[in-house]
């Protein structure tokens, strides 16, 4: 009798000969090569542990594999880059800077003006409006001088509107100094410094609605003007810290309310960027299963708007793993896409199997000219589930690597030695797992259409599949 591996091996030997694929060798899919393939930027910030070299060696290498945009957690903010006064200090950032060209990712810088985070000698000059503007010009032209085309992106004004009925930010020392006037000028000296660096505007709470009441409300009547006043705005960052177990009403949004803003921006020819995503739980609670992945819907909720959005083009998370996260000071938990142990949470999967499955309508896949332009990368996707239930083999290495086969609800699995099966719907949600897997399993999943994920040690293979 016959062995499910040789099964397995024969389906693979007849797929080889029937599709002439003999020597191809396909990387395992990752969340960057599908962000690639789908013109997007998916990244997670260098946070600061990593920047002081506290990081287990996983650490850096999930970071440069999965991400192709990396922002640093605290390193180019004021404080940090013009410690005193006049004195630049770009150890840390030229550290990242150095870590994205090797890796080549793109760059995004955080932040220029910000009442947070601001050295006491600026405070000093709290009353001298012209000694303030001319603190924040010279910030501004050195900072964004020195990375002239090495950093991509800024937030050139962070958080300079009040959560409440909006309004902005008093408490600001470049509101109180300067007035208001801080941020258009703030725009127009980035722009002199960098021309090429595409210019944002970054702020939490814009997921909760448009309406004037609402901070998004209040910031879209600023982005028109600004536009009018030739103002050199490109982008507004949403930083969508949401909670999903919250009730209070500062946190409630809803990617619908964000995609909204993502629409209205789009008619200013203003891009919508997610730049801090995170969404945790409140702490203490214990937090179960089926809130992960309830947690991992929401995930991929927003990052629908970043791939159906043509105005949207980057999905940027507030860290790598719940070990490291700001999220405690927050009184949250678990707001990350890796758990403590640097294992993929339910999120993870969750967008991965979404990244997989995004289709952009054809006819807007020719016109889109606002996403990154990626003229090298071949942006149409090939249908790979309209002929029958069988899948084609992804990654093909020799029969020692992995690949997979379905036959009815059959999954033949070759080049494995005890896999992990996952079976997902459409929208990312987990259907059927069977572990330690060695030659096939039955997958007791309805008819449809799924994605299927195979993991063996390191080896992992992601593929659609239609069940008849
Ligand atoms: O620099 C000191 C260090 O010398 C000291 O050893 C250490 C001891 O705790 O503290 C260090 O400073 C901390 C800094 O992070 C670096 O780790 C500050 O106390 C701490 O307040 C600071 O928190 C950062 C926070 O911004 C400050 O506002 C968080 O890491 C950072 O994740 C968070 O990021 C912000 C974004 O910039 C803007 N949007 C909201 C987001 C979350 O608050």
Known sequence: MMSNHSIAGLALCATLLGTGLTSAFAADETLRSLADKNNIYIGAILNSQWFGGGLPGNYEQIHKTQFNIVVAENEMKFDATEPSENRFNYNNGDKMVKYAKQNGMRVRGHALAWHSQVPNWVNNYKNDKKKLLSVLKNHINNVVGHWK???DEWDVVNEAISNNEPQWRSYSVWYQGIGPEFIDSAFVWAHAADPNAELCYNDYNLEQGINPKAKAGFLLEQVKRWVANGIPIH?????????????????IGSPDSLRSLAKELAKLNV?????????????GINVSKSDLERQGQTFRQYLDIILEEPNADTYLIWGVSDKWSWLGGLNRQKGLIYDDNLQPKPAFDSIMVRLQTYEPPKDTVATDTTKQDTSATDTTKKDTTSNDSTIAIKTIAGLSSLSMHLSDRTLFIAGATAAKVDVFDMQGRPVFSAKNVKGSVDL????GL?????RDGSKSLMQRVTIK
Do not use: M, N, P
């Open 149 to 151: 085309g090495q950093v």
């Open 235 to 251: 982008c507004v960052g949403s930083q969508t810290h949401v909670e999903d177990t919250t009730t209070d009403k500062h946190f």
């Open 271 to 283: 891009k919508l960027k997610i730049t801090e995503l995170d969404i945790g739980f409140k702490s």
């Open 444 to 447: 007791k999943i309805a008819e």
């Open 450 to 454: 799924y994605v299927v994920r195979v």
